[in-house]
T-cell receptor, first 114, second 115 residues
Framework: DTGVSQDPRHKITKRGQNVTFRCDPI?????LYWYRQTLGQGPEFLTY????????KSRLLSDRFSAERPKGSFSTLEIQRTEQGDSAMYLCASSLEVLNTEAFFGQGTRLTVV | AQSVTQLDSHVSVSEGTPVLLRCNYS??????LFWYVQHPNKGLQLLLKYTSAATLVKGINGFEAEFKKSETSFHLTKRSAHMSDAAEYFCVVSEANTGFQKLVFGTGTRLLVSP
């Protein structure tokens, strides 16, 4: 499968625990994005990488959230001290460095904080 | 800032009848507009995109959309609905000529198709 891959697909955690999600983009894509989708809403932009550089972060990304893309390939999104409000689908997407090119989305990681 | 408004949260049609999903956008700059579809347990899939070329855009699976600047609309249509079209549809805007593809999604329209 050469699409965007996310792991795990589902995560249930207790409030206050830390969680980490992984995204493997399409191999030749140098742009990588994280979005969050809550129930009944459309996805909201969280952050964007071009290669290993994190170039923009949304105000939605509180201090408890951190994202990395150390070698410009896969990316991780960590949430520290999870809260119930963090329960959502976390989506990763990747694209080429071409204006208005399509962003390809993974199937997402569904996080449930209990 | 750019935004999109999807006018219907749910649309119900019968198989074989036309589909119309409505979207209005707001953008300070020349926008790029997209429609994405989300099937249960599947990733978001691009249906079509408008990037300042032809105003009538044809996409996959028989879907098309027309960019109307005067009405700030980008409605999605299909001549004949199929059962497999049942899904969540998102209208999306991105500012043209930005350095990257920051997408702003609408709240979605759930399309229900009955036999």
């Amino acid at each position: 499968d050469t699409g965007v891959s996310q792991d795990p697909r589902h995560k249930i955690t207790k409030r206050g625990q830390n969680v980490t999600f992984r995204c493997d983009p399409i191999s030749e894509h140098n742009r990588l994005y994280w979005y969050r989708q809550t129930l009944g809403q459309g996805p909201e932009f969280l952050t964007y990488f071009q290669n290993e550089a994190q170039l923009e972060k949304s105000r939605l990304l509180s201090d408890r959230f951190s994202a990395e893309r150390p070698k410009g390939s896969f990316s991780t999104l960590e949430i520290q001290r999870t809260e119930q409000g963090d329960s959502a689908m976390y989506l990763c997407a990747s694209s080429l460095e071409v204006l208005n090119t399509e962003a390809f989305f993974g199937q997402g990681t569904r996080l449930t904080v209990v | 800032a750019q935004s999109v408004t999807q006018l219907d949260s749910h649309v119900s049609v019968s198989e074989g009848t036309p589909v119309l999903l409505r979207c209005n956008y707001s953008s300070s700059y020349s926008p790029s507009l997209f429609w994405y579809v989300q099937h249960p347990n599947k990733g978001l899939q691009l249906l079509l995109k408008y990037t300042s070329a032809a105003t009538l855009v044809k996409g996959i699976n028989g879907f098309e959309a027309e960019f109307k600047k005067s009405e700030t609309s980008f409605h999605l249509t299909k001549r004949s609905a199929h059962m497999s079209d049942a899904a969540e549809y998102f209208c999306v805007v991105s500012e043209a000529n930005t350095g990257f593809q920051k997408l702003v999604f609408g709240t979605g329209t759930r399309l229900l198709v009955s036999p």
